[in-house]
């Protein structure tokens, strides 16, 4: 590659990033990091089974990083752990939390009891972590539980139309990807809709550049005085994701156990950010 191109890539990335990204002081990224290799180490050595249901228990784990991040974002965060609450230290840190809770429940339980343990726990651990969101929201008279509950319940029937097509024309692949795929789909459906929710609605803006510049096309359109601006968002998201679990049902065939851990890393990455927008728009969005 020539080094002017490589250049111009290395300088281009971080505006590929969402605003706000940032890593820890020093000595919280090398305990970060010591952590995350030990986890790692030790799920590798452990090696436990992957099943459909050991992915969507880390569901709750998921929103665990999300919650904490908008902990972070409203000041919720003791002094001490906010160096971990921003991204992408939250969820490194969840990451290492919940691979160290799915090492424990491997050696003490059985294959059956491991997802309702490791999810159970992500859930004992998220709830006074929402609690405290509400609370926050509450006391500075910002709650909001209207639109982010529309936006919500409206990514469910989103998710089943999509889901539904999909089956139709690629069913190998949803049988294939399974509860897993369809995980990823509604992810990143809620991310959408919940970012359009925040656009449209609520006057939130989009930190993702290049969604960011998806949802400023959409809003030099025509439509955008009828429709808003976040629909060409949902329709690019949609496309996207199935395009992407489509790709990756050969993978998840061939290779189960690294295919549903990737399967399910896509899913995160479209549902932590949904999670994070319904949080932060309950926190906030009563101003």
């Known amino acids: 590659m020539d080094f002017s191109v490589l250049e111009m890539l290395v300088l281009q990335f971080p505006s590929l990033l969402p605003d706000g990204f940032a890593l820890p002081p020093l000595p919280y990224l090398i305990g970060l990091l010591a952590a995350l290799a030990a986890v790692g180490y030790g799920l590798f050595q452990a090696k436990p089974t992957v099943e459909e249901a050991q992915i969507l228990a880390l569901v709750p784990w998921i929103s665990v990083g999300a919650a904490g991040h908008v902990l972070f974002v409203i000041g919720g965060l003791p002094a001490v752990l906010e160096p971990l609450g921003g991204t992408p230290a939250v969820y490194l840190s969840t990451a290492a939390i919940a691979g160290a809770v799915w090492i424990i429940s491997n050696k003490r339980s059985t294959e059956e009891q491991l997802p309702f343990i490791l999810g159970g726990v992500g859930a004992v651990v998220l709830l006074p972590l929402v609690g405290a969101i509400v609370y926050i929201g509450a006391q500075q008279a910002s709650l909001e539980l209207f639109w982010p509950t529309v936006a919500a319940i409206a990514s469910i029937p989103v998710t089943a139309g999509v889901w539904v097509l999909f089956k139709r024309i690629r069913p190998s692949d949803a049988a294939v990807t399974g509860a897993v795929g369809l995980l990823a789909v509604f992810g990143h459906v809620l991310d959408?809709?919940?970012?359009?929710?925040?656009?449209?609605?609520?006057?939130?803006?989009?930190?993702?550049?290049?969604?960011?510049?998806?949802?400023?096309?959409?809003?030099?359109?025509?439509?955008?005085?009828?429709?808003?601006?976040?629909?060409?968002?949902?329709?690019?998201?949609?496309i996207i994701v199935c395009g992407v679990v489509a790709l990756m049902a050969e993978y998840v065939d061939e290779e189960p156990t690294e295919g549903r851990l990737l399967l399910g890393f896509i899913a995160a990455v479209g549902l932590g950010p949904a999670v994070h927008n319904l949080l932060l728009f309950a926190a906030t969005a009563g101003i």
């Open 192 to 238: 959408a809709v919940s970012t359009t929710v925040g656009i449209d609605i609520l006057g939130f803006g989009e930190r993702t550049p290049l969604s960011r510049e998806i949802i400023l096309f959409a809003d030099s359109l025509p439509t955008a005085e009828f429709i808003g601006a976040g629909w060409l968002f949902i329709i690019v998201k949609v």
